[in-house]
């Protein structure tokens, strides 16, 4: 792990907090993020995970993610706050629709919010991210700068900030439990992007 970094991914502070628990250790990314000859392309392999309230849809969740949802609300004006770090292991290209559909209860979202990302630019690559997730020691704040803001993916912070003392969400044998499960579910017999 880097001791510091500059680059945050944006996220839903809904899926972000998913990850910050380990109830969740994938992301589903299209589109932001830049894909060269229309191939997919990761920007970073280890970031902050950026909470936005952008997009953020109870309709678009679980039911389960109700409460968690309802729990969270978008920081002060001018403030900007990371909590979590996290480092990619592996990129798979993303599964049919109905066979990511059977990996419900490893994510937040439900079948109408897949339904969307898969039919959003179908001919763009659809990308399945597991991330390690790392809780910081405490709450970094920066100030929340109007260049941040929009439908963006990935964020260059005005400075790097220290990811020392930062610890895992999910011990190494649990993690590498979900990976393998998540491996063996998504790549059957396709070769990843990245690992």
């Known amino acids: 792990m880097q001791s510091s970094n500059r680059i945050a991914l944006k996220e839903w502070a809904i899926v972000v907090h998913a990850l910050s628990e380990g109830s969740q250790i994938l992301l589903l990314r299209k589109g932001g993020i830049a894909e060269p000859n229309g191939e997919f392309r990761l920007a970073a392999r280890e970031f902050f ?3 936005t309230w952008e997009h953020q849809q109870v309709e678009l ?7 968690a949802f309802q729990g969270h609300s978008p920081p ?7 909590e979590q770090y996290a480092v990619v292991t ?9 066979r990511i559909q059977q990996l419900s209860g490893e ?6 919010f897949l339904e969307k990302r898969y039919a959003y630019k179908p001919h763009l690559p659809l990308a399945v ?3 390690r997730v790392y809780r910081l020691p405490h709450a970094l704040r920066v100030a929340l700068l109007d260049r941040y803001a929009g439908c963006r993916s990935w964020v260059e912070l005005e400075e790097a900030l220290p990811t020392e ?10 993690f590498e439990r979900r990976r393998e499960a998540l491996r063996e579910h998504l790549v059957a017999g396709a070769v990843a992007y990245y690992a």
Request: charged share 15%; glycine share 4%; aromatic share 12%.
């Open 49 to 51: 995970l950026y909470p």
């Open 61 to 67: 969740l679980q039911p389960r993610c109700a409460v």
């Open 76 to 82: 002060a004006a001018g403030d900007l706050s990371f």
């Open 90 to 98: 592996d990129v798979w290209p993303a599964p049919s629709l109905s």
């Open 107 to 112: 994510f937040v979202w439900n079948e109408a």
């Open 129 to 131: 991210l597991a991330v």
């Open 165 to 174: 003392g930062a610890k895992p969400v999910l011990d190494d044998s649990a």
